[in-house]
């Protein structure tokens, strides 16, 4: 009997909770009229007088208030069809709008929605709409593939969704844009600038006011003006161009004018088009300090000491090349990341002088300094069979052209203590002996020597 009353009690709480029509009579008497069918079924038994019945109306209501649609977003996942997705989506955005803000059900939602519109993005081939290599005014963009990096777009200021949006890059500025906002791009790409044209703007900030633009933005033509309308006015302080607040971002740059003339370097703001140009330019040797602003080695003792670790450097390049050794460790590498530094000791790059302004060059330099100086006179016998012996004094130890108390001839490259060179006469005594030579066998001979 337990067993009986048990079984009728889990089939009365398991009805039909979305039969909305039958209430618990309309339910006695459906039951009644299909009796024929059931008779060969056993009766269910009467509940005790003490059980709870259970409702049907009851038990939907309860289903209809409790119940969280929005937490098994099973059923329209399934939908494999693109028109089925997109009124799913509507549905839930439309939902959305109907639920109390901030309440969980609606955070729900929008994950829900989140979803869907990642699905419906799957389902659709980006390869048949958007091509993964464009080519626009010499910029050459690749369409991206991370979808979790959040970026800015360079022309319509907005930021890219990488999860639903497609968007590109340029591989040669890193300008950034949506795919819709490709066809509306107006300026060249950076880089070819650059490659054709590597110079600084080397006058400071060169402005020539917003009547010489015809009060317009100085690279999409935008109107603006001082005021802020219809755009407010920004001056970059590289070009002294003004630009509009979608051209110029307030980006902080350091400005090479300001560098070479007054050793300045504090960033100030620049357009987006200069923060690109400025960034591909710091690795680049274009700077020639000797002619720019020679009194600056005058005032700036860490370029006086850069200088010269920079000569000794070229003067050991020589024992470098012709030694078997220092090939095979590929010494010169040390400088692999500034590689004019074994070309001249002229040109410099805003990196450069930036690290020479923390200090980080000096120091990096002594180092590579040390560990030549240690392979040509201590590891390296080749080398140090190299060395000279002064022609003046004929004393002291095996001299190199790179150590600092020694003097070397311009024109033949005789190395010489600096006390005897400056002691005995400016003037190299081998060039001496070798001018004399060239005098003794081009000079004609006497009328009485017979020939």
Not at 97 to 108: A, F, G, V
Not at 162 to 185: D, E, F, P, V
Not at 230 to 242: K, L, M, N
Request: charged content about 30%; glycine content about 4%.
């Amino acid at each position: 009997m337990e067993h009986d009353e048990k079984l009728a009690r889990f089939r009365q709480a398991h009805l039909n909770p979305f039969n909305k029509q039958l209430g618990p009579r309309q339910h006695e008497q459906r039951a009644s009229e299909e009796a024929p069918d059931i008779a060969s079924e056993e009766t269910l038994p009467e509940l005790p007088p003490g059980e709870p019945e259970f409702h049907c109306a009851e038990r939907v209501m309860d289903l209809g208030l409790s119940e969280d649609h929005f937490s098994r977003p099973v059923g329209l996942f399934l939908a494999s069809d693109i028109q089925q997705l997109q009124q799913a989506i509507e549905e839930c955005k439309q939902m959305i709008l109907e639920l109390p803000e901030h309440s969980e059900r609606q955070k729900d939602a929008v994950v829900r929605l989140i979803h869907l519109r990642l699905k419906l993005q799957e389902l659709k081939d980006p390869n048949e709409d958007e091509p993964n290599i464009r080519v626009l005014l010499e910029h050459r963009f690749y369409k991206e593939k991370s979808k979790s990096v959040k970026q800015t777009c360079d022309k319509c200021n907005t930021i890219i969704w990488g999860l639903i949006q497609t968007w590109y890059t340029c591989t040669g500025c890193y300008y950034r844009c949506h795919s819709k906002c490709l066809n509306l791009i107006s300026k060249p790409c950076v880089r070819s600038k650059v490659s054709h044209q590597a110079e600084y703007e080397l006058n400071i900030c060169p402005e020539a006011g917003l009547d010489s633009q015809d009060y317009r933005c100085a690279e999409c033509r935008a109107p603006i003006s001082l005021r802020g309308v219809p755009s407010e006015a920004r001056q970059c302080d590289y070009t002294g161009q003004y630009y509009c607040s979608h051209c110029h971002w307030n980006d902080l740059a350091v400005i090479p004018a300001r560098v070479v003339h007054n050793w300045d370097f504090e960033p100030r703001k620049v357009s987006r088009c200069s923060m690109r140009y400025l960034a591909l330019m710091v690795s680049r040797p274009v700077l020639r300090l000797r002619e720019i602003n020679p009194l600056l080695f005058n005032y700036v003792e860490e370029l006086v000491e850069i200088r010269k670790l920079r000569q000794d450097i070229l003067l050991m390049k020589p024992y470098f090349i012709t030694c078997k050794e220092a090939m095979e460790a590929r010494l010169l590498l040390q400088l692999q990341d500034r590689q004019h530094f074994v070309e001249n000791d002229e040109m410099y790059s805003v990196q450069d002088l930036l690290d020479a302004h923390t200090g980080r060059l000096g120091c990096s330099l002594t180092e590579t300094h040390t560990l030549f100086a240690k392979h040509i006179k201590l590891d390296c016998e080749r080398c140090q069979a190299k060395g000279f012996v002064c022609e003046l004094c004929r004393e002291g130890d095996v001299l190199f052209p790179f150590d600092s108390h020694t003097s070397v001839c311009s024109d033949c490259s005789a190395v010489f203590h600096r006390d005897c060179y400056y002691d005995n006469s400016t003037t190299c005594p081998k060039c001496a002996r070798l001018s004399l030579r060239k005098q003794s066998l081009f000079q004609e001979p006497g009328p009485d020597v017979d020939v």
